[in-house]
C-alpha cells in the first residue's frame, strides 16, 4: 500500500482497550495485513500515588479509558485520506470497539500537532510517569517522616516534578516553611 500513514482513533467499551489492542493484532498477523495497520497502541501512563501512610506505589493507568489509536495505511482521495475496505472492515468488526471517533463514525485521522502532543509517534513517550497524592494546596497535613514528623501544617505548593511539598507549620510561635517529600505527608 502507500507509504502514506495516519493515527485514527477508536472508541472501545470501557476496560477492553487491551482487549481490543491484542484482538486486532492477531487479525493484522493472521491475514498478513501488516502492510495495512501498522501500529495499535493503547497509551499509558506510571502513576506514583502516595497514600494515607506515606507509601508510595507506581500504578498504570490508561490515558485515554476507552480509547484505542490504530496507526494505518492510506490513499489521499479528494483531498481526504482514506483507509482501505479491508483495514476499516477488521478494526470495525474486532470485539469491543464500538467505531471510531470521527462524525456519524466516519474514520477521521489525527492531524500531525495531534499526534505530536500526544506523544505517540515518540517511542521513548509511550509510557509517561506522573505523580499522584490524596492532597492539595491549602489542605491541612499531618508531617509522617524526618525531623519535622508529628507537626501540623498546611500545604503551600506542590512540586509532582520534583516530588516535594511546601508546608507551612507553625513553630515556636511563628510561621515557618518546610520542603519535605510528597511520601513525607499525609492528610491529616
Given amino acids: 500500500m ?3 500513514t495516519k493515527w485514527y482513533v477508536v472508541h472501545t467499551y470501557s476496560g477492553y482497550e487491551n482487549k481490543v489492542q491484542d484482538n486486532i493484532k492477531k487479525v493484522v498477523d493472521n491475514r498478513n495485513m501488516n502492510d495495512q495497520i501498522l501500529d495499535v ?6 502513576v506514583v500515588e502516595v497514600k494515607d501512610n506515606g507509601e508510595t506505589k507506581e500504578v498504570e493507568r ?5 480509547y484505542v489509536l490504530v496507526k494505518v495505511a492510506v490513499e489521499a482521495e479528494d483531498n481526504e485520506y482514506v483507509m482501505s475496505d479491508d483495514a476499516w472492515y477488521v478494526i470495525r468488526n474486532t470485539r ?3 467505531g471510531f471517533v470521527g462524525p456519524e463514525s466516519k474514520p477521521v485521522p489525527l492531524t500531525d500537532q495531534e499526534v505530536a502532543n500526544l506523544g505517540v509517534e515518540d517511542e521513548e513517550a509511550e509510557v ?6 490524596n492532597y492539595k494546596v491549602g489542605d491541612f497535613v499531618r508531617i509522617t517522616g524526618g525531623n519535622l514528623a508529628d507537626y ?4 503551600q505548593e506542590i512540586n509532582t ?3 516535594r511539598v511546601k508546608v507551612t ?3 515556636f510561635g511563628r510561621e515557618t516553611s518546610a520542603d519535605l517529600a510528597l511520601n513525607q505527608v499525609e492528610l491529616a
Avoid at 490508561?62 to 476507552?66: A, E, I, L
Avoid at 509517561?128 to 497524592?133: D, L, M, Q
Fill in 161 to 163: 516534578e520534583t516530588g
Fill in 62 to 66: 490508561k490515558v485515554f479509558p476507552g
Fill in 2 to 4: 502507500a507509504g502514506i
Fill in 41 to 46: 497502541r493503547v497509551p499509558t501512563e506510571l
Fill in 128 to 133: 509517561a510517569t506522573t505523580v499522584e497524592v
Fill in 96 to 98: 469491543g470497539v464500538t
Fill in 169 to 171: 507549620i507553625s513553630m
Fill in 152 to 155: 501540623s501544617g498546611v500545604v
